[in-house]
């Protein structure tokens, strides 16, 4: 499985940078899964990058505990359409579209923990679009945020925003 | 659900700073650092406009899309969602509560890239004062340009500028619209697009793709660069505006698709205000939208 991946991996970094570029890089999962990725691909991910450099390039396996084999696939799917200029609208709807809202959450966290901004951007608005019809209780879950409202306090609070939560009436709101 | 590891907050913040100002109101009741961070932090605000203008909510026509809005009878702002809007409601709250009864009052609200802060201008007849964030008081400055008609409520925000239209008396001259810069907080004319064709009383002033938008009669005019008379450019018709009975009726861009088609409103008296999906390329074509499936999105959310 591993080696299967790995060298799938491979192939399809290879087939968008430049051959004549340095040695592969080696990412480890933190399920022990290797990803061979070309070292333009190392760069888009600012963490392992960092970690390359200090090392002056003679250490290529970066071990990345946080991130899961299932998750890193896409991550670096994602990078190798950036370094390629292929990021579109359509591409970005298609990758997403795979993922329910928990993977959406691993993926970003992975984004984060690997430092590559534009996929981090993009990962922001997946969420706030998919919580945008979330009742309060289901926001809390998906973040596991403790509510730390007493019951008075939340009941006011709710009480003064009670007109962001119904629809919006056109004849009421209405400037002229 | 499984447990996830919960996001730093710092990654909250990069969520929350893309969500609708509606939701976000909602959101206060997540819990006690959301509620501060969505009504008391000054750079969660500023985070969330910089999203909202690269998002180009700006089509909507509101500055700050519904970070203030009417909301009589309780209030004449209501209680808005950033830190900001909120400090600002508390100190402009006397005010403005004793504007509210009097006529002829016109407000605005923008961010002014000079000072990094937003500021709120209210205009009584040709009174005029301006309120920056964080201060506790109204400034006066000169006043409104004289003889002015303003019929909108509310300034539209282009470029660090309000917007609105005015006329003078007598009728029979042409409108303008008067420009307040928040950023030296004084006054400009700028000038409407020549239309001889058209009746004065069907101009509406909007902003569309960031720009200053007019429409006049049947037609939708952009001004491609901010204050330059003659960067005034036809969009496009509104072929159904042509019809008679259309003819005293009232248009506003609410959403501007992707794809070009735009969302109108249009009011006509004494019949409910509707919804269009109207495409410019295709003259003719518009379909009027039931509104419980216009207003799903939470972007349509005060227009």
Redesign the interface.
């Known amino acids: 499985m591993a080696e299967e991946v790995s060298s799938q991996m491979n192939s399809l970094s290879i087939s968008e940078t430049n051959p004549s570029s340095s040695a592969t890089i080696s990412l480890v999962s933190g399920d022990d899964i290797v990803f061979k990725v070309e070292p333009t691909i190392a760069k888009e991910m600012e963490t392992v990058q960092s970690f390359i450099d200090e090392t002056d390039g003679k250490i290529t396996t970066i071990p990345l505990p946080n991130i899961s084999s299932h998750d890193l696939p896409y991550v670096i799917e994602y990078c190798e359409k950036s370094i390629a200029g292929k990021i579109t609208k359509e591409f970005e709807a298609e990758f997403v579209k795979k993922l329910n809202n ?1 993977e959406v ?2 993926l ?2 992975a984004a ?1 923990y690997l430092n590559i901004k534009k996929l ?2 993009f990962l ?2 997946v ?2 679009d998919r ?3 979330k009742s ?1 209780e289901y ?11 007493t019951p008075e306090e ?1 009941a006011k ?2 009480e ?2 009670a ?3 119904t ?2 009436d ?2 009421d ?4 | 659900m499984d447990l996830l590891p919960t996001l730093p907050f710092d990654l909250i913040t990069e969520i929350l700073s893309r969500s609708p100002v509606k939701l976000l109101l909602q959101f206060r009741c997540v819990c006690k650092s959301w509620n501060s961070l969505i009504s008391d932090d000054p750079k969660f605000a500023r985070k969330h406009l910089t999203n909202s203008t690269t998002h180009s909510l700006n089509s909507l026509g509101f500055p700050y899309v519904g970070i203030l809005t009417m909301h009589p009878p309780n209030f004449f702002f209501n209680t808005a969602v950033t830190t900001n809007v909120n400090q600002l409601w508390h100190h402009s709250n006397n005010f403005l509560q004793k504007l509210h009864h009097r006529h002829r009052v016109t407000y605005g609200f923008g961010y002014d890239s000079v000072t990094d802060n937003y500021k709120v201008v209210v205009i009584e007849k040709t009174q005029v004062k301006v309120h920056t964030l964080g201060t506790k008081f109204w400034k006066n400055i000169g006043d409104f340009p004289k003889a002015t008609d303003h019929e909108q409520k509310s300034g539209k925000y282009v470029s660090g500028t309000i917007n609105w239209l005015a006329q003078r008396w007598p009728r029979s001259s042409p409108p303008f619209i008067v420009s307040f810069d928040l950023g030296n907080e004084s006054y400009q004319e700028v000038l409407l697009p020549d239309n001889k064709e058209v009746n004065d009383n069907f101009f509406t002033l909007d902003v569309f793709a960031d720009c200053l938008c007019v429409l006049c009669g049947h037609d939708v005019w952009l001004m491609k660069e901010y204050g330059n008379k003659e960067s005034w450019t036809k969009l496009f018709t509104i072929s159904y505006l042509k019809d008679p009975s259309m003819r005293y009726s009232w248009t506003k861009v609410v959403y501007v698709y992707e794809d070009g088609q735009l969302l109108l409103q249009i009011k006509r008296p004494f019949v409910r205000p509707q919804l269009i999906v109207y495409d410019p390329r295709m003259i003719g074509t518009f379909q009027f939208v039931p509104l419980e499936k216009s207003f799903n999105g939470s972007r349509f959310f005060l227009t």
Request: net charge negative.
């Open positions: 928990e959450k691993e970003f966290l984060n981090l951007d922001s608005q969420i706030a919580i945008a019809n309060v926001v809390r879950r998906y973040f596991g945020i403790e509510n730390d409202f939340e609070l709710r003064e925003l007109w962001t939560f629809g919006v056109p004849d709101e209405d400037e002229n």
